[in-house]
Nanobody
Framework: VELAESGGGLVQAGGSLRLSCAASGRAAFGRTSSSLAFGWFRQAPGKGREFVAAINPLGRIVYGDSVKGRFTISRSHAENTDLQMNSLKPEDTAVYYC????WGRGNVRQSDYDYWGQGTQVTVSS
C-alpha cells in the first residue's frame, strides 16, 4: 500500500487546514482497503512522533489529547482519510504523516501501523 498525503501548508494561528491521505496499491496478506485503519501522526522539529487521530473500518475514532475538540478525522471512502484541523496553534506545527494498519485496529501505537506516507508540512504562524 502506498499512502500519499496532501493539503499541508502555512496558516495563521486560529486558521484551518484540511489534510487528505489516499491509499493505493495492494495490501499484504490479501487485505483490502476496506479492512484498513488509518491514523495520523505528527513530528515537530526536535521531538518524537506524536499520535494525532485514528479511524478504524467500523468508524471508531480516537484522538490525541492535544487535538481533541479541534481536529476531526473522517473517511469518505475505503481508500481515503481526511483530517480537518481547526483553531490551529503554533504548537501544531509539524510534519503530518498518514499511516495505515492492515488489521484495522486504529490504535495510538506507531508500531501497530504497517504503511506510512512521506508526510506533509503544516506550519502555523503566530
Amino acid at each position: 500500500v502506498e499512502l500519499a498525503e496532501s493539503g499541508g501548508g502555512l496558516v495563521q494561528a486560529g486558521g484551518s487546514l484540511r489534510l487528505s491521505c489516499a491509499a493505493s496499491g495492494r495490501a499484504a496478506f490479501g487485505r483490502t482497503s476496506s479492512s484498513l485503519a488509518f491514523g495520523w501522526f505528527r513530528q515537530a522539529p526536535g521531538k518524537g512522533r506524536e499520535f494525532v487521530a485514528a479511524i478504524n473500518p467500523l468508524g471508531r475514532i480516537v484522538y490525541g489529547d492535544s487535538v481533541k475538540g479541534r481536529f476531526t478525522i473522517s473517511r469518505s471512502h475505503a481508500e481515503n482519510t481526511d483530517l480537518q484541523m481547526n483553531s490551529l496553534k503554533p504548537e501544531d506545527t509539524a510534519v503530518y504523516y498518514c499511516a495505515s494498519d492492515l488489521w484495522g485496529r486504529g490504535n495510538v501505537r506507531q508500531s501497530d501501523y504497517d504503511y506510512w506516507g512521506q508526510g506533509t508540512q503544516v506550519t502555523v504562524s503566530s
